[in-house]
């Protein structure tokens, strides 16, 4: 199925079974929290051996002398993978020849990279054996200079080639315009490196039958997994096999694979055994990719009623040396408001870092700190209310692309969180409310999130016993996959939820779109929906009956003309259909984006300055919503993320030596218990029909992007301090206090 038109009435609109939209619990809960579910780590073999990854101690250079000798009379070493025995791997082609997909050689030439790219890889008979010789491999190393400082080097800045985004778009005269707008704002905004921190880290175990090698690790995507194997070791796709059944957190850190599934894989051949591998945390933090830092120019010029006339939003990030991925921060910039004029721009900085990549809402999550921020600042400079400024430029249509949006409820979510929050209460004036010591402030800001479908197959096939079995390589990051799934074929199959099962994350299925930039539950979640109604007029053409009135209700096949029995009718047919669904007109026809509002209220104590978020709410219009726990889940952890961008987050780069100084759980910080108080999320009613056939929009990241701007101006409304640094630390707060 094709979506090239809106979709009609169908059975998930009639919702019959009452599935749809119903806060059932996780369908794979129970084996979560007793230990069941196997993680990429946790699968077994009883020949396996261990390998340990040797990372480089140097950003850039070549390895002048390596000695592996002491490490290999060490006990239980089974061997040594350096640059001069790593098998052939096909050369290293730029990321624009597929991102995960390209060829990720590793171990192929004695260049060093970046800071702890693996240099050597240890197998042993235990992890604990192959730790310890890891230390005894000696290394010397020829180091070069290395550029690391991505704000002193913004001159070197290049334009990123057009992807499946163009880099740069512009309307009218911006500068022009902006020179004679009566009220302008020319602000400077920087955010920090991020990492993604998951809770199970990188880990694999490689195994060999054949020719043909099965990976078990931890990816967003199994099958650009699986293409990336098949390219690097130069092997046919379907010589590999990707299992990653549950993965413990992505947050985009694991849409590629990295060194432990492609080493691990090398190794396991070499050595004729399966081969486990996990990446410590500190490797975690230099070997993986990461979101690279920004700095971020935001221009808006308008009347003296707030209207804006120009727009300019200007991005600066960087990429490691020979790959184009950059930082999408003007996303949201191109739809969110109204206005003739408008540039939106991203240039790169090729740093001597390991990669950067998608972390986290790419684009609007960083973007729209900056965004939000300057439009809490233009408000300010017109004394306007906040809310009022953005509906006064709410657009009639996509102000860039000049299509009509898909549906667009931000002016909705923006009036029902005020009345929800008591925004009329908020003094506009800062520094004006106090409790003791604390200086007390509102904030608000909205969020958008651009909303995608990806090609995605599914397969479904009823069981002799009458239940279901619905499979895709579509993997579930903890969003609740494995639920939705469950309740979308059992709404169409007239099953309850425990009849059906679910099989997630295994490239030997049907090709599924994966989990990343929200897109994974529509396109799954469709392409089941397909494969469903598939099942149905193959079932009743089977059974004899009518396929126009045929429906699946309470474990029957009913038609005008007769029912038959799910299970009878299973033992006697092999009744299994594929469902697939792709994109087509009408995103091109229409802009999609998920809307929402954020609101905050925080205390900023007057003597030390530190920050503390008193309440939180967000209200979203996201299209149909299939679980409303797991929904509202999402929403309250996208929310959370926002406060940790906003406070807390903050990867720092040595940038004398090229590495993260803070690479652990201990100094990265991010919100803990005591950070959060009580936080609200809500939805407004919605249906999207031009979206997909299920009429839903993505959650999962919309509830990031703008939360941290909410307080970011709720500080700014407590206390009179305007920080466009990110994190909002101490330091900056006591440094505003002192100039106020």
Not at 336 to 348: F, I, K, S, T
Not at 356 to 367: F, I, T, Y
Not at 518 to 532: D, K, L, P, T
Not at 682 to 693: G, Q, R, S, T
């Amino acid at each position: 199925m094709e979506m090239n038109e809106p979709a009609g009435r169908n059975l998930i609109d009639e919702n019959r079974g009452g599935l749809i939209g119903k806060p059932i619990d996780r369908v794979d809960g129970l084996l979560k929290v007793t230990g069941q579910a196997p993680y990429s780590f946790e699968f077994r073999n009883d020949r396996v051996a261990y390998g340990f990854i040797v990372g480089a101690t140097i950003a850039k250079g070549r390895i002048a002398r390596l000695d592996t000798s002491a490490a290999e009379s060490a006990p239980g070493v089974l061997s040594i993978l350096t640059y001069r025995n790593a098998p052939r791997q096909a050369a290293r082609e730029p990321d624009n020849s597929g991102r995960f997909t390209r060829p990720k050689p590793y171990l192929d030439s004695d260049q060093v990279r970046y800071f702890g790219e693996p240099v050597a890889f240890v197998v042993a008979e235990t992890f604990e054996e192959a730790r310890l010789a890891a230390t005894l491999v000696e290394i010397d190393y020829a180091a070069e200079p290395g550029v690391f400082d991505l704000a002193a080097n913004l001159g070197q800045a290049v334009k990123p080639p057009d992807g499946d985004q163009p880099t740069d778009t512009a309307s009218g005269d911006v500068d022009a315009v902006f020179a004679r707008a009566p009220v302008k704002l020319d602000e400077r905004y920087t955010t920090p490196y991020h990492i993604h921190a998951q809770m199970e880290p990188h880990a694999s175990l490689a195994q060999w039958d054949g020719d043909r090698v099965t990976i078990y690790c931890s990816t967003q995507f199994v099958e650009q997994a699986q293409s990336c194997v098949a390219n690097t070791l130069q092997l046919p796709k379907e010589n590999v096999r990707i299992v990653a059944r549950y993965i413990g957190g992505g947050f985009g850190g694991k849409l590629p694979i990295y060194a432990d599934a492609l080493i691990g894989a090398m190794a396991a051949r070499a050595i004729g055994r399966p081969v486990k591998v996990t990446l410590t945390r500190q490797q975690m933090f230099q070997i993986t990719d990461h979101r690279s830092a920004t700095v971020q120019r935001i221009r808006l010029g308008a009347d003296r009623d707030g209207r804006i006339q120009a727009m300019a939003h200007e991005g600066w990030s960087h990429s490691a040396r020979g790959l184009t991925y950059y930082e999408p921060t003007g996303l949201s910039s191109r739809n969110l408001y109204a206005g003739d004029d408008r540039l939106v721009a991203h240039r790169m900085v090729e740093l001597d870092l390991p990669e950067s990549g998608s972390c986290r809402a790419p684009g609007e999550a960083v973007g729209m700190l900056a965004s939000e921020s300057a439009m809490d600042e233009l408000a300010v400079m017109l004394a306007l209310d906040p809310i009022e400024l953005r509906i006064r430029n709410e657009p009639s249509q996509d102000p860039e692309k000049h299509i009509p949006f898909s549906s667009r409820k931000l002016v909705e979510c923006m009036q029902d969180g005020a009345r929800r929050f008591g925004w009329n209460r908020r003094n506009a004036t800062p520094g004006q409310v106090r409790d003791g010591d604390w200086l007390i402030g509102m904030g608000m800001a909205a969020a958008s999130r651009a909303n995608m479908l990806r090609p995605s197959q599914a397969g479904v096939r009823l069981e002799a016993d009458g239940t279901a079995t619905v499979k895709t390589s579509m993997t579930d990051i903890g969003t609740g996959t494995y639920t939705i799934l469950a309740q979308i074929a059992g709404e169409s199959l007239g099953l309850p939820v425990e009849r059906v099962k679910v099989l997630l994350g295994d490239s030997d299925d049907p090709a599924g779109a994966g989990s990343g930039g929200s897109f994974g539950a529509a396109s799954s979640g469709s392409s089941v929906y397909v494969a469903c109604e598939n099942l149905r007029l193959k079932a009743a053409q089977a059974a004899g009956l009518d396929p126009a009135s045929a429906r699946f209700v309470g474990g029957r096949l009913i038609a005008d003309n007769g029912s038959r029995d799910l299970a009878e009718l299973a033992r006697e047919h092999d009744l299994q259909a594929i469902g697939e669904i792709k994109p087509g007109q009408t995103l091109k026809d229409y802009s999609q984006q998920g809307y929402g509002a954020f609101f905050a209220e925080v205390g900023v104590h007057a003597l030390t300055g530190e920050i503390r978020l008193r309440r939180m709410l967000g209200v979203f219009a996201a299209g149909r919503i299939l679980n409303e726990k797991t929904a509202h889940s999402q929403m309250l952890g996208g929310m959370i993320w926002g406060v940790g961008s906003a406070l807390h987050e903050d990867g720092v780069i040595d940038t004398r030596h090229g590495h993260f100084v803070n690479h652990d759980l201990a100094d990265y910080h991010y919100p803990c218990h005591l950070d959060i108080p009580a936080i609200e999320a809500h939805f407004l009613p919605e249906v999207d029909d031009k979206a997909n056939p299920l009429k839903i929009k993505g959650v999962g990241e919309l509830g990031i992007c703008g939360a941290g701007a909410a307080l970011t101006n709720a500080v700014y409304n407590a206390c009179g301090v305007r920080i466009r640094d990110y994190p909002l630390t101490v330091d900056k707060v006591l440094a505003g206090l002192k100039t106020a």
